[in-house]
């Protein structure tokens, strides 16, 4: 007799928290490459506070390994939506989760937009046209809205998880982590290159776990070979 796989909506979860992880790590090092074969630009100039004439250099030098980092960015997005949606099946505290994955939508939002921006601009210098009266001001701003919407992800994802494990006590002190380390970084710009850390260990333990739990559900559903 066949019945239905009852970890079926269970595994769509852990898939889809998988798959964000793994792709969130593999953009991560995408934009690791691409800022040690451009040192001299800052392909994302919304991350620190930079001049007018620092900002735009990226948009005038190197528009299309701008426009390459953005095509990552927009793929970063997807990812770590996917990756929470998938961390808050983890919790057992579902109004905190809700919050949290209210706020990692509004996190993707703001990404998305300041990006859009940035490829725009990126797109017209990449044939020669001039690159003027680009709203500096305001891509910082939506930058700054964008890291505390993250922070306030990540922040009520570590106090909605469990503390029945070492792993989700891991998971939550590096979400914690992050909040400390990115609140840090907006008094003090030059943790900047120590911000993305606490997460990157996040992903890797959500990683970790994800891929637990789909091999653990897969031996749970596999039909015993005595069954008739």
């Not at 921006?117 to 700054?144: F, W």
Request: proline share 7%; glycine share 6%.
């Amino acid at each position: 007799m066949i019945t239905p796989d009852a970890h079926t909506p269970t595994r769509a979860y852990d898939r889809a928290g998988l798959v964000g992880a793994a792709m969130t790590l593999g953009c991560a090092i995408a934009f690791q490459v691409l800022s040690l074969t451009h040192p001299d630009v800052h392909l994302q100039p919304t991350d620190l506070p930079l001049s007018a004439a620092d900002f735009l250099r990226p948009l005038t030098r190197e528009p299309h390994a701008m426009m390459l980092w953005m095509a990552f960015d927009f793929l970063f997005v997807l990812s770590y939506i996917a990756m929470f949606v998938g961390a808050v099946r983890l919790t057992r505290a579902p109004v905190l989760a809700a919050v949290s994955l209210g706020a990692i939508l509004t996190a993707g939002a703001l990404d998305a937009v300041e990006n859009a921006l940035l490829v725009t601009y990126a797109a017209q210098s990449s044939i020669g046209a001039p690159v003027d009266g680009i709203p500096m001001s305001a891509l910082y701003v939506i930058a700054g809205l964008k890291t505390a919407a993250a922070m306030t992800a990540a922040g009520f994802l570590a106090l909605a998880l469990p503390t029945t494990t070492r792993v989700h006590r891991a998971m939550a002190a590096a979400a914690a982590a992050f909040v400390l380390v990115n609140a840090a970084g907006t008094a003090l710009p030059a943790l900047g290159p120590v911000e993305p850390l606490p997460i990157a260990v996040l992903t890797v333990l959500l990683l970790v776990t994800f891929r637990a739990r789909l091999r653990a559900t897969r031996s749970a559903a596999a039909p015993s070979p005595l069954a008739v």
